[in-house]
């Protein structure tokens, strides 16, 4: 078993859907809380039956029920529980017509609404008011449902910014900054912490990463725009020599966990980087793992299932867990 010095350890898995939440509560009573895994980052996005906003459900929905459930079964196990939400980036798939949540609901709040399709996926308008107020009625709801005191508010690989009306008029520093803050101040409010993906707050040509664990459009200034607590997840999933988001974190003083994804020998190339620079500035590793929750499950728990599409992700993602956590 891997070791390193710091308090977190945690897995960021993707909600389970409602008929597997029994499996789920096996899951953390099996392997979680025997593991000593304290943090859980719950892939959520749109899926919960909001009431305030019920047009940006996202298909098969969790229920008030589910989401209380499933905040019972982490509190008994002793682990934190933290609901993420895609709420720049990540609201689409290519084109218009895979648009999910807010803008399936919300069409009006697109960055790119002049385009069929796009590069990556679609982005929110942070120049719109009142898409930033639907935004906080859903954060609301969400954290409400879960019992949570941090947020994960996502915030990753967000190329479409800039593009609309509205939003030309500021730099995208600006732009990505000022919607950051105005999520952060929100929750604040509340007495919810706000936890983020650090990839857009690094610039691509001074630490060296490619464009997407790093910033090519102008984004990264924002690095020193924003308030100093809010809590940075730093993804890096490719074999490097160096890891400089470390350090630049250090440098602009936040805190930061420390995200591998499926290969063990790259997240520990990246976790070893981490033990020899860290500052006190680090709080902890997770474990990131981007494909279906179930067969994760599954697999950690010894009866696994194989991917009919032959990728088999949750193979690599739970070897790697074990590498941390387990051997």
């Known amino acids: 078993m891997y070791s390193y010095p710091w308090p977190l350890k945690g897995i960021c898995l993707g909600a389970p859907q409602s008929g597997d939440i ?45 989401a209380r459930r499933i905040k019972k079964i982490c509190s008994d196990a002793g682990i934190e ?35 069929d399709a796009v590069e990556y996926c679609r982005s929110l308008c942070p120049s719109n008011g009142e898409c930033l107020n639907i935004v906080c009625n859903l954060m609301d709801e969400m954290c409400d449902a879960f019992g949570a005191s941090t947020m994960h508010i996502g915030c990753d690989e967000v190329f479409e910014i800039g593009k609309c009306p509205l939003c030309r008029k500021k730099s ?10 105005s999520l952060y101040e929100h929750l604040a409010e509340r007495g919810i912490k706000t936890m983020m993906w650090g990839d857009r707050l690094l610039s691509g040509d001074e630490t060296g990463y490619g464009r997407w664990e790093a910033s090519g459009n102008g984004t990264d200034p924002a690095i020193d725009m924003l ?12 074999m490097m020599e160096k890891y400089p988001s470390v350090d630049v974190f250090a440098d602009h003083g936040y805190e930061i966990i420390i995200c591998p994804w499926r290969y063990r020998k790259n997240a520990h190339a990246f976790a070893d980087y981490a033990v020899s620079r860290d500052r006190g500035h680090i709080k902890g590793l997770m474990i990131t793992t981007w494909c279906d929750p179930k ?16 990728w088999n992700a949750h193979e690599l993602v739970a070897d790697n867990y074990r590498s941390f956590f387990v051997e």
């Open 22 to 66: 029994d499996l789920f509560e096996r899951f953390v009573n099996e392997r979680l809380q025997k593991d000593g895994i304290n943090t859980l980052v719950l892939l959520t996005r749109y899926r919960y039956a909001f009431d305030s906003h019920p047009e940006c459900r996202a298909d098969n929905p969790l229920s008030y029920e589910d």
């Open 295 to 310: 067969k994760v499950m599954l697999e950690l728990l010894g009866t696994p299932v194989k991917d009919e599409g032959g």
């Open 81 to 115: 529980l933290i609901p993420k939400m895609n709420l720049m980036g990540h609201q689409s798939g290519k084109s218009r017509e895979s648009m999910d949540g807010l803008l399936r609901g919300h069409p009006e709040f697109d960055e790119t609404p002049d385009l």
């Open 227 to 238: 308030p100093k607590d809010i809590i940075i997840c730093d993804w890096h999933y490719e």
């Open 172 to 181: 995208n520093a600006e732009l990505f900054a000022g919607w950051i803050k």
